[in-house]
Nanobody, 123 residues
Framework: QVQLVESGGGSVQAGGSLRLSCAASGYTRFMGWFRQAPGKEREGVTSMSSGGGGYTYYVDSVKGRFTISRDNAKNTLYLQMTNLKPEDSAMYYC??????????????????WGQGTQVTVSS
């Protein structure tokens, strides 16, 4: 079982930036960021593969504003969020799987989850 520990959440005004980090304790083939706002289903934000290629996937609503990256030496995943909007407010979760997911932005494809970090964007 891989342990995932997120950090970096907080409160910002619209237009601001935040950087989330997720440290993994073991092997991961694919990692991603998901978010869940109150009363809504958890949704995939972005995900990427480890190793060569570094394939990335983004939900349309964050393209051009969010950037996922990974430091394999530190086994750490990052999410740089810029031009934040109030609708980005949610609990953000890091997730990982040892396999290549058929649907990289679907939560059920991932078996390991962090505890979450809150992101709040005020208008």
């Amino acid at each position: 079982q891989v342990q995932l520990v997120e950090s970096g959440g907080g409160s910002v005004q619209a237009g601001g930036s935040l950087r989330l980090s997720c440290a993994a304790s073991g092997y991961t083939r694919f990692m991603g960021w998901f978010r869940q706002a109150p009363g809504k289903e958890r949704e995939g934000v972005t995900s990427m593969s480890s190793g060569g290629g570094g394939y990335t996937y983004y939900v349309d609503s964050v393209k051009g504003r969010f950037t996922i990256s990974r430091d394999n030496a530190k086994n750490t995943l990052y999410l740089q969020m810029t031009n934040l909007k109030p609708e980005d407010s949610a609990m953000y979760y890091c997730a990982a799987t040892a396999y290549w997911p058929l649907r990289p932005l679907v939560p059920n494809e991932y078996s390991n989850w962090g505890q979450g970090t809150q992101v709040t964007v005020s208008s």
